[in-house]
């Protein structure tokens, strides 16, 4: 059985980094797309960030450009979000999912390609 735990968040200062992490378990993630996805309180989930396992191919959500990264560690099955420059607009939980077919598109913004999705980690950012 696919389990994406996440891990990482937490309450920091604007201004300040986190790291999160997400551990694929279950199967063999190579070819897929792992994508990060957030939810702030009364608003809907929206993408942040994806990578393709395969190529290495990053997408990102504008409001991240230049202070978000994503990377995937293949040997550990671990894919990682790294924020920087956080701001309280980042406040949200944040999801990660992963993609079997590997898309490679805008189409990696779209919560529907997914087809397996961890609990979440919640990150607040206090001004």
């Known amino acids: 059985q696919v389990q994406l735990v996440e891990s990482g968040g937490g309450l920091v200062q604007a201004g300040g980094s986190l790291r999160l992490s997400c551990a694929a378990s279950g199967r063999t993630f190579s070819g897929y797309t792992m994508g990060w996805f957030r939810q702030a309180p009364g608003k809907e989930r929206e993408f942040v960030a994806a990578v393709s396992r395969s190529t290495g191919g990053t997408y990102f959500t504008d409001s991240v450009k230049g202070r978000f990264t994503i990377s995937s560690d293949n040997a550990k099955n671990t894919v990682y979000l790294q924020m920087n420059n956080l701001k309280p607009e980042d406040t949200a939980v944040y999801y990660c999912?992963?993609?079997?077919?590997?898309?490679?598109?805008?189409?990696?913004?779209?919560?529907?390609?997914?087809?397996?999705w961890g609990q979440g980690t919640q990150v607040t950012v206090s001004s």
């Open positions: 999912a992963a993609d079997r077919d590997g898309t490679q598109s805008v189409l990696v913004k779209r919560q529907s390609v997914y087809d397996y």
